[in-house]
């Protein structure tokens, strides 16, 4: 094979071809005989459930894997990228769904790391803070170049490992899942950045579970089902019900199941007293049986911090917490689960799973106490009640030994809510309960929080997406800087009311 020349990527971008590309793993395929064109200069999308092939198509392309069989083309030329600084080499970036942030080095020193301007092997501060403030400004992302990445959300995270990308000047560029951790005044303000990199004639392969996004951006869109390629088509002729029945092979139907009200005599199952911890302040809130509580607001308004406060995760400075009219006194999670307050975290890979561990261990994790005897873990009760927990949440997988980190994102989140379930909770904290997850997946979330409810479990929703927090909530509130600014009910939720709360200049 021969690598084509090294070009002015600021005008010369090239058509990407692949040619019966196949990948397997583990003797599992994830690509069949895949035969796709990318034209240069053009959004093209690539969309399906986790596990669809999707991402491997993009690592492929990206240099960070290599195909079993088939061929790739740049242009005239047939490629094999040794490594992504090889594609990169030759014009290609991508922005992976895992972070890869340097968590000791300021967030200028991550953006232009590997390229940063020297003298004499000295890297030359000033102007490495120049190249990043107008590379930022360019952007729209407001940040301090000598901030300490490892000090930044998950969704300020995001926005690095994407400025990164674009520093680099490259013809083609893979985005998987660039806005998942972004608000959405954010994901605008990317998707703007996505339309201008078009425009100048570089080519954006975008690869998101969010389609209104992808209609809403892309020229082109292919869809991909269980390695296979199913169809490739103009976005011009694509709607969202069309997309996903191509990527089911079904209809899903309404993606929010039915509310089911809440009884006017539930009980209060949890109330929270003038609550202040680190980024939350004087919250009050209230939770009956059976209700699922939203909470909105951009990111850094104080949600996943008002969540952590009441899974006792976080100081609190004062306030309390009653749960099941008893007072919820302790410093750790601990104390939340012998209350049976549990919650799902913001980021399942951070912050919840054993990633190489084996779905067992990460399901019963919160639970071995009873699991045990004298100490010793009851290996057979074990296996049964996981099993049982699995049949429950619906997760696919190869059995209770499998590793965590080999199933899909939305197989990964319904271990966690396996595990939580065990606890056998009165409240449920789900904080993105859908990140990173395809949309069949998200419909299944969505009916066993609704089937949970039912049950008379108590549950608090927080999202970035606002439709997902109207589509599931029976309340909203809405919080800004630390704060519950308002709360809203019945025909008040809607998105006008929300976002006009989130950006409102008083309290």
């Given at each position: 094979?021969?690598?084509a020349p090294?070009?002015n990527?600021?005008?010369?971008?090239?058509?990407i071809?692949?040619?019966?590309?196949?990948?397997s793993?583990?003797?599992?395929?994830?690509?069949s005989?895949?035969?796709?064109?990318?034209?240069?200069?053009?959004?093209?999308?690539?969309?399906?459930e986790?596990?669809?092939?999707?991402?491997?198509?993009?690592?492929?392309?990206?240099?960070?894997?290599?195909?079993?069989?088939?061929?790739?083309?740049?242009?005239?030329?047939?490629?094999s990228?040794?490594?992504?600084?090889?594609?990169?080499?030759?014009?290609?970036?991508?922005i992976?769904?895992?972070?890869?942030?340097?968590?000791?080095?300021t967030?200028a020193?991550?953006?232009?790391?590997?390229?940063?301007p020297?003298?004499?092997?000295f890297?030359k501060?000033r102007?490495?803070?120049?190249?990043?403030?107008?590379?930022?400004?360019?952007?729209?992302?407001?940040?301090?170049?000598?901030t300490i990445?490892?000090t930044?959300?998950?969704?300020d995270?995001q926005?690095?490992?994407?400025?990164?990308?674009l520093?680099?000047n490259?013809?083609?560029?893979i985005?998987d899942?660039p806005?998942?951790?972004?608000?959405?005044?954010?994901?605008?303000a990317?998707?703007?950045?996505?339309?201008?990199?078009a425009?100048?004639?570089k080519?954006?392969?975008?690869?998101?579970?969010?389609?209104?996004?992808?209609?809403?951006?892309s020229?082109?869109?292919?869809?991909?089902r269980?390695?296979?390629?199913?169809?490739?088509?103009?976005?011009?002729d694509?709607?969202?019900?069309?997309l996903?029945?191509?990527?089911?092979?079904?209809?899903?139907?309404?993606?929010y199941?039915?509310?089911?009200?809440?009884?006017?005599?539930?009980?209060?199952?949890?109330?929270?007293?003038?609550?202040?911890?680190?980024g939350?302040?004087?919250?009050?809130?209230?939770?009956?049986?059976?209700?699922?509580?939203?909470i909105?607001?951009l990111?850094?308004?104080?949600?996943?911090e008002?969540?952590r406060a009441?899974y006792?995760?976080?100081?609190?400075?004062?306030?309390s917490?009653?749960?099941?009219?008893?007072?919820?006194?302790g410093?750790?999670?601990?104390t939340?689960?012998?209350?049976?307050?549990?919650?799902?975290?913001?980021?399942?890979?951070?912050?919840?799973?054993?990633?190489?561990?084996s779905?067992q261990e990460?399901?019963?994790?919160?639970?071995?106490?009873?699991?045990?005897?004298?100490?010793?873990?009851l290996?057979?009760?074990e296996?049964?009640?996981t099993k049982?927990?699995l049949?429950?949440?619906?997760?696919?997988?190869?059995?209770?030994?499998?590793?965590v980190?080999?199933?899909?994102?939305?197989?990964q989140?319904?271990?966690l809510f396996?595990?939580?379930?065990?606890?056998?909770?009165?409240?449920?904290?789900?904080?993105?309960p859908?990140?990173?997850?395809?949309?069949?997946?998200?419909?299944a979330?969505?009916?066993?929080?609704?089937?949970?409810?039912?049950?008379g479990l108590g549950?608090?929703?927080?999202?970035?997406d606002?439709?997902e927090?109207?589509?599931?909530a029976?309340?909203?509130?809405?919080?800004?800087?630390?704060?519950?600014v308002t709360e809203?009910?019945g025909?008040?939720?809607?998105?006008?009311a929300?976002l006009?709360?989130?950006?409102?200049?008083?309290?």
């Amino acid at each position: 094979m021969t690598s084509a020349p090294h070009r002015n990527l600021e005008t010369d971008t090239q058509e990407i071809r692949l040619l019966g590309v196949s990948k397997s793993f583990g003797g599992v395929a994830a690509l069949s005989d895949i035969a796709l064109t990318i034209k240069p200069g053009e959004i093209h999308s690539l969309v399906g459930e986790n596990g669809a092939g999707k991402s491997t198509l993009g690592k492929i392309i990206s240099g960070i894997i290599a195909q079993d069989s088939g061929s790739l083309k740049l242009g005239d030329h047939e490629m094999s990228f040794s490594s992504p600084r090889d594609a990169l080499a030759h014009g290609i970036v991508t922005i992976a769904q895992e972070l890869a942030i340097v968590p000791a080095l300021t967030v200028a020193e991550n953006v232009l790391l590997g390229d940063e301007p020297r003298t004499r092997g000295f890297i030359k501060r000033r102007q490495l803070r120049k190249q990043f403030s107008d590379l930022a400004e360019k952007v729209g992302f407001k940040f301090s170049a000598d901030t300490i990445a490892g000090t930044l959300s998950i969704a300020d995270q995001q926005k690095v490992e994407i400025l990164r990308a674009l520093s680099r000047n490259a013809s083609i560029i893979i985005m998987d899942e660039p806005t998942a951790a972004l608000s959405r005044i954010e994901s605008h303000a990317l998707h703007e950045v996505i339309r201008s990199l078009a425009s100048e004639g570089k080519t954006v392969i975008l690869i998101s579970h969010f389609l209104s996004e992808v209609l809403s951006l892309s020229n082109t869109i292919t869809v991909l089902r269980d390695g296979h390629l199913i169809k490739t088509l103009a976005a011009s002729d694509a709607t969202e019900d069309g997309l996903i029945e191509l990527m089911l092979g079904r209809s899903l139907g309404a993606l929010y199941p039915p509310k089911v009200p809440t009884k006017f005599d539930s009980p209060s199952v949890m109330f929270v007293n003038n609550l202040s911890a680190p980024g939350a302040s004087n919250a009050w809130l209230s939770l009956r049986a059976g209700e699922i509580l939203g909470i909105a607001g951009l990111v850094g308004s104080g949600r996943s911090e008002l969540a952590r406060a009441i899974y006792q995760d976080s100081k609190t400075f004062s306030g309390s917490i009653t749960v099941n009219g008893k007072p919820l006194s302790g410093k750790s999670p601990r104390t939340a689960l012998r209350s049976r307050v549990v919650m799902i975290p913001e980021s399942r890979k951070d912050s919840g799973l054993l990633l190489e561990r084996s779905i067992q261990e990460n399901i019963t994790l919160s639970s071995l106490e009873n699991m045990s005897k004298w100490g010793w873990i009851l290996r057979s009760r074990e296996s049964k009640v996981t099993k049982q927990a699995l049949e429950l949440v619906k997760v696919k997988s190869a059995g209770v030994r499998q590793k965590v980190s080999a199933l899909s994102g939305g197989n990964q989140q319904k271990v966690l809510f396996a595990r939580m379930l065990l606890n056998s909770p009165r409240v449920l904290i789900a904080d993105e309960p859908t990140r990173g997850v395809d949309v069949g997946s998200k419909r299944a979330i969505y009916d066993l929080l609704t089937d949970l409810a039912k049950d008379g479990l108590g549950i608090i929703v927080i999202s970035s997406d606002l439709e997902e927090v109207l589509g599931l909530a029976h309340r909203v509130i809405v919080m800004r800087q630390g704060r519950i600014v308002t709360e809203l009910t019945g025909r008040a939720m809607n998105e006008q009311a929300v976002l006009e709360a989130a950006f409102a200049e008083q309290f």
